[in-house]
């Protein structure tokens, strides 16, 4: 299953920890904000990798340049569809 709901509140948002990130040695109040959701990536490189997010960050990374929505389901088939091409030999397309 590539996105679970997340319960365990010390598991925090890494887009919020990239955002706020440490005040001196401390994390940012915002930057401990509790995950929503876990999705766990499939493509070959990054294969069984978290990025954890919450629902405001979840919201905002599931919004393509041009405004319009485009779900992280939408994102993950992408980067495999990308991945099955790069890994084609130029001849055989
Ligand atoms: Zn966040």
Redesign the pocket.
């Known amino acids: 299953m590539p996105i679970r709901a997340n319960h365990d509140t010390k598991i925090w948002?890494d887009?919020?920890k990239m955002r706020y990130g440490k005040v001196g040695a401390e994390w940012h109040t915002r930057a401990m904000?509790p995950a929503r959701w876990i999705v766990i990536s499939e493509t070959k490189e990054r294969r069984g990798r978290t990025k954890a997010?919450?629902q405001?960050?979840a919201n905002e990374c599931q919004i393509d340049g041009q405004g319009k929505v485009w779900t992280f389901r939408e994102q993950l088939d992408y980067a495999l569809g990308r991945e099955q091409l790069d890994g084609m030999e130029p001849e055989r397309l």
């Open positions: 948002c887009i919020c904000t997010y919450c405001p960050c």
